[in-house]
């Protein structure tokens, strides 16, 4: 065919041109699948960014972002035009002469390139093509990626082609708009409006000149010219692009030199505002969605959803002031406490003497280490010992020191830490998660990961299971020595329960007396009569779905559950008798604001309506009962500014002080809050130091004042429901108004007792 053409020169053009051509359709359609894929007409029409999710609370406060790269699209109004100006002076000063490709700019590039001047000629279009589809999902590039100058050409290629069908789908001011929004700016901003924020704490449109010029320079090296690491360079940087600015007529001489003199004038306060500031609820968030977004193909960090969770600001701020306040209080008790003696120790009170040694082999570069020294300790200890500089969390904020590892371990295994959920169980809302106490140096949450022994707050589970099965918070047992034989798997076992201060009374108490006042005895009683099988039954039946070992001191808190199952069980009691699934999502939206799912409560009857007042009426004892192991929320004035309030709840301990927990039930919401250190071999001594209404009591009433403080909180005081069916079951029961020995109140299965108040008389009138 080409042998037609007689002239030589002519002939070979064609040639060339004939396989360019050729090439470009090869390209095109991915030919044998050996050029990977390139994007169509319908996908340039529909470009997939990959967008930041959004976390909101109930009230529509950002809470936290999920992204891999942190971006937020803007629209070209938003636009500075000192950002648009200084793109093109600096980028491509032909942007609006071209279709796509620069053909002058690219042969005199070339040209330059030859002589030494290295530029580039990609236009503002070719790059557009590169940032929009380097992170889409379908990242092949074929076969011709392993052959590396024919891959260079492919791969240009492959951005013209796509240039020109983004000139010829968009206009100029579009083809700007999605530029500003899918290039990177560095330090995890992707996207103008991410970074200005970043950067200056401006959205787009108010940027300045000298501004815009510093974000447009970064674009040549992001690393290299980054304002914040290497300030000089980024100004240096930043006036060549004013030159360009002035060179082509966007700025006029007296404004460059004006521009050029101004300071960097980095405003950086944005930066804890927005992203990730609250990443024990991101990663509930993450867990709660999980299934969901598998099911339905969803990426939570690439296709910028907008979540809308359950939690309220208001009370979220209220509970982390409460647990800031009581927790440094807390803290400050424990060294107090130890003070000049290491706080590990067995149960018998004596100091674990390997405790350090046992910590550094559970770090990860302990196997590095050992292998590096040939298991030499001596060695292993020289590093663990090396001082070094680092920030450690402090309670007066972040602060820098020398330490070396064992100083840290030795740090950080004192600190005392906290778990708080709260819910309202009548629409299953998680209204308050605190996972922690700084997620940033212990990333463990304490609502849902952490399980722990939940001493006597798991007691009523005894009394619902007998209460539903047929006996009335009147009936009677008396406080006396229980000796109880038990088969374990297969070996003969006695249990024989003390009370908290090792004393019995021999005293008649009726169900609700004994729960309030937490009385070991009248609960093993109680358990060897309905069975432990039982107790574990109707715990799972509630919403506890951890394994529950069924033996008789299952009763008193032997196994390890976590705040969110103790929250999502006694919501229970206040939800009419029906377990509920708790609700941390409400709905979900595409960036556009479409919505994509919405989630609605569900519930599932499990005791009935009258158990489950019944337990409610159990449940106040803890306050009106002598002796009652709530007591000490009478400490808390605002908690009873109303008479009519009412509050029932349920301290808890394990032994040796090692957890304290607070069950606290209002008239609208459940609250669970767990204390203690992360090894468990660290703990409190001593009742009045580490008993549950010593440590985790004292947040729910901090954290309950501040509610009923605000009116808009939407929470007021109130008396419990009244009940929902009739009560068959005697309740009305006062107990005698005896003289309580403040020794013997307690909430510990097995630990010196704690102090109490002596109850207010009876209020326990029929509602």
């Not at 018998?348 to 003497?353: A, L, R, S, Y």
């Not at 040939?374 to 001082?387: A, C, H, L, M």
């Not at 629409?427 to 998660?433: D, F, Q, S």
């Not at 468990?680 to 549950?692: L, M, Y």
């Amino acid at each position: 065919m080409f042998k037609r053409v007689r002239n030589p020169i002519l002939r070979y053009l064609l040639i060339f041109i004939y396989f360019v051509i050729i090439f470009f359709c090869s390209i095109e359609l991915n030919l044998f699948g050996i050029f990977g894929y390139s994007p169509s007409l319908q996908d340039i029409k529909d470009p997939t960014l990959s967008l930041s999710s959004e976390v909101y609370t109930a009230d529509g406060k950002l809470l936290a972002k999920f992204y891999k790269e942190n971006r937020s699209p803007i629209e070209y109004k938003d636009l500075s035009p000192n950002l648009i100006n200084a793109l093109v002076a600096t980028e491509d000063v032909r942007f609006y002469k071209h279709g796509g490709v620069d053909y002058y700019g690219f042969f005199t590039s070339l040209i330059s390139t030859a002589t030494g001047d290295r530029r580039g000629a990609s236009t503002i279009t070719q790059q557009l093509a590169k940032n929009l589809f380097k992170t889409r999902k379908r990242k092949a590039q074929g076969f011709i990626r392993h052959i590396p100058l024919v891959r260079t050409v492919a791969f240009k290629f492959k951005e013209w082609l796509t240039a020109f069908k983004i000139e010829h789908l968009y206009n100029k001011q579009q083809i700007l708009t999605m530029y500003f929004n899918t290039v990177t700016f560095g330090n995890n901003s992707f996207g103008i409006k991410t970074a200005t924020l970043k950067y200056f704490n401006k959205n787009p449109q108010q940027v300045n000149a000298a501004e815009a010029a510093l974000l447009i320079g970064m674009l040549k090296a992001t690393s290299t010219y980054n304002p914040i690491r290497y300030p000089d360079k980024a100004v240096e940087r930043r006036n060549v692009v004013l030159g360009q600015m002035e060179k082509y007529g966007y700025l006029k001489k007296a404004e460059y030199d004006a521009n050029i003199k101004q300071p960097i004038g980095l405003d950086l306060s944005h930066i804890e505002e927005v992203g990730q500031s609250d990443s024990y609820l991101r990663r509930a968030v993450e867990k709660w969605l999980d299934k969901w977004l598998k099911e339905n193909d969803y990426d939570l960090y690439e296709d910028g959803l907008k979540i809308y969770t359950t939690i309220d600001s208001k009370l979220q701020g209220f509970a982390e002031e409460a647990v800031a306040e009581k927790m440094k209080m807390l803290q400050r008790r424990f060294y107090n406490v130890w003070r000049g003696k290491n706080p590990w120790r067995d149960s018998k009170g004596n100091e674990i003497p390997d405790f350090l040694w046992k910590a550094k082999q559970k770090l990860p570069i302990y196997s590095l280490l050992k292998k590096k020294y040939n298991g030499d300790t001596v060695e292993i200890n020289k590093y663990f010992d090396k001082p070094k500089q680092m920030k450690v969390f402090t309670w007066k904020g972040e602060r820098d020191t020398t330490f070396s590892t064992t100083d840290s371990i030795i740090y950080y295994t004192k600190l005392l830490n906290t778990g708080m959920m709260t819910i309202e169980p009548s629409t299953g809302k998680i209204k308050v998660w605190i996972g922690g106490i700084d997620n940033k140096y212990f990333k463990y949450d304490h609502v849902n990961q952490a399980k722990r022994q939940a001493g006597s707050t798991f007691k009523p589970f005894a009394y619902l299971t007998a209460i539903d099965n047929g006996h009335s918070p009147c009936d009677k047992f008396t406080d006396k020595p229980v000796s109880i034989s038990y088969d374990d798997n297969g070996k003969p076992e006695v249990w024989e329960p003390k009370n908290a201060d090792f004393h019995f009374s021999y005293r008649e108490m009726s169900l609700r007396w004994a729960m309030g006042k937490s009385v070991n005895s009248i609960t093993a009683q109680i358990t060897q009569e309905v069975g432990w099988d039982k107790v574990v039954e109707y715990a799972h039946k509630c919403g506890i779905e951890s394994p529950l070992k069924a033996v008789p001191s299952v009763s008193l808190g032997s196994n390890d559950v976590s705040v969110y199952e103790m929250v999502r069980a006694y919501s229970t009691f206040l939800n009419r008798g029906e377990r509920i699934d708790p609700l941390l999502v409400t709905k979900i939206t595409d960036h556009n604001d479409n919505v994509i799912k919405e989630f609605g409560l569900k519930s599932t009857r499990v005791i009935s309506e009258e158990t489950a007042w019944l337990m409610l009426y159990m449940f106040r004892g803890g306050m009106e009962e002598p002796g009652g192991t709530s007591q000490a929320l009478w400490e808390y004035p605002i908690l009873w500014k109303k008479a009519s309030n009412q509050i029932g709840g349920k301290t808890g301990t394990s032994s040796d002080y090692v957890d304290g927990w607070y069950m606290g039930i209002t008239k609208d919401l459940i609250t669970g809050i767990w204390v203690g250190a992360d090894d468990r071999s660290v703990h409190f001594n001593s009742s009045e130091t580490g008993e549950g209404s010593h440590t985790a009591l004292p947040i729910f009433g901090s954290f309950m004042e501040k509610v009923y403080s605000d009116p808009s909180s939407g929470y007021t005081y109130g008396p419990f429901p009244k009940p929902w069916s009739k009560i068959t079951k005697t309740y009305m029961c006062p107990s005698p108004r005896i003289r309580v020995d403040t020794s013997s109140v307690s909430d510990s299965t097995s630990a010196p007792a704690d102090s109490s108040i002596i109850a207010p008389p009876d209020t326990t009138a029929q509602q």
